[in-house]
């Protein structure tokens, strides 16, 4: 079955200084990996997702996530990071196995920014 | 563009009572919607998927009677909780994926989510 782990509950950075969120998942096949951002009280903003091509990924708000298939990882990452950015990260996993219908969400991870 | 709206944002109501959300594409079609739900500091749980014109497929341990969904059109599918009880207060988030072609990879869109409480 597949899994998503986002090993860290929590991170905290100072405004400026990059940040990187890890993400490890399980899965048979293929995978489609996404990276969402929830913001408190609301619902989730898609970041950005790879289906394949490009190992590297760029997404909104200065976001890009590396999709490496030996590591089963696909980490996010921001090189300057923003008070605004503080929020909640969750790492998805989908593909063929589901239909490309369900998808897997990990326990997320908080993030908070210093001044 | 991929909007998706939920209604209401936040509701409360007395135990026993029904209480319905909706969530609409705003400006793209959706065969498919899914509801999940997410308690305190926890990660989304999918309850159903939702498909246009055909009955919803629930995730095992959600009770098909206890939530009931409807996904009457292209664009906007309801999730009601039926003779809520406290136990049920939770977060809804509804999720709606482009494409009207099966096996077409879209990302999913979400709502704003649904605070339901009951006293």
């Known amino acids: 079955a597949q899994s998503v782990t986002q090993p860290d509950i929590h991170i905290t950075v100072s405004e400026g200084a990059s940040l990187e969120l890890r993400c490890n998942y399980s899965?048979?096949?293929?995978?489609?990996l996404f990276w969402y951002v929830q913001s408190p009280g609301q619902g989730l903003q898609l970041l950005l997702k790879?289906?394949?091509?490009?190992?590297l990924v760029q997404g909104i708000k200065g976001f890009e996530a590396e999709f490496k298939r030996s590591q089963s990882s696909f980490n996010l990452r921001k090189p300057s990071v923003h008070w605004s950015d503080a929020a909640e990260y969750f790492c998805a996993v989908g593909g063929m196995n589901t239909g490309f219908q369900k998808l897997v969400f990990g326990t997320g991870t908080r993030l908070l920014v210093s001044p | 563009g991929a909007v998706v709206s939920q209604h209401p944002s936040w509701v409360i109501c007395k135990s026993g009572t029904s209480v319905k959300i909706e969530c609409r594409s705003l400006d793209f079609q959706a065969t498919t919607m899914f509801w999940y739900r997410q308690f305190p500091k926890k990660s989304l749980m999918l309850m159903a998927t939702?498909?246009?014109?055909?009955?919803?497929?629930?995730e095992q341990g959600v009770e098909k009677d206890k939530f009931l969904i409807n996904h009457a059109s292209l664009t906007l599918s309801t999730l009601t909780v039926t003779s809520a009880h406290p136990e049920d207060s939770s977060f809804y988030i509804c999720?709606?994926?482009?494409?009207?072609?099966?096996?077409?990879?879209?990302?999913?869109?979400f709502g704003d989510g649904t605070r339901l409480s009951i006293l």
């Open positions: 899965y048979g096949a293929t995978p489609y």
């Open positions: 790879y289906f394949s091509g490009d190992t």
């Open positions: 999720s709606a994926r482009e494409g009207l072609r099966a096996g077409v990879n879209q990302p999913q869109h």
């Open positions: 939702s498909n246009e014109g055909s009955k919803a497929t629930y």
